[in-house]
């Protein structure tokens, strides 16, 4: 199995910019398919983006394309999502989930029930 632990969250201006990290521990050797989730009260988690294992291929949901960045450092076992031009309505608790794939995969999995391992979250909270 691998723990995830999410950091980096906090309250910024609209305008502002965060950087997320998320540290795995524990099964690191295995290759993971990689994501970024966000949950407000009473919803469900909505899709932010995505990193796939071989190719390192990347994918975002509309809302957030061209201001988040998703990336990672295998070395330091670490996801990041760097995010810019925040938005009040990017307020909500984020998630990094993980999904063990073969070495080879290059797919990029959009869907939260797709995601085995998740970290318990950090709250960004974007004011007007």
């Known amino acids: 199995q691998v723990q995830l632990v999410e950091s980096g969250g906090g309250l910024v201006q609209a305008g502002g910019s965060l950087r997320l990290s998320c540290a795995a521990s524990?099964?690191?050797?295995?290759?993971?398919?990689l994501g970024w989730f966000r949950q407000v009260p009473g919803k469900e988690h909505d899709f932010v983006a995505a990193?796939?294992?071989?190719?390192?291929?990347?994918y975002y949901a509309d809302s957030v394309k061209g201001r988040f960045t998703i990336s990672r450092d295998d070395a330091k076992n670490t996801v990041y999502l760097q995010m810019e031009s925040l938005k009040p309505e990017d307020t909500a608790v984020y998630y990094c989930?993980?999904?063990?794939?073969?070495?080879?995969?290059?797919?990029?999995?959009?869907?939260?029930?797709?995601?085995?391992?998740w970290g318990q979250g950090t709250q960004v909270t974007v004011s007007s």
């Open positions: 989930a993980a999904q063990r794939v073969s070495r080879s995969s290059r797919v990029v999995l959009v869907s939260a029930h797709e995601y085995d391992y």
């Open positions: 990193i796939s294992w071989s190719d390192v291929r990347t």
């Open positions: 524990g099964r690191t050797s295995s290759s993971y398919a």
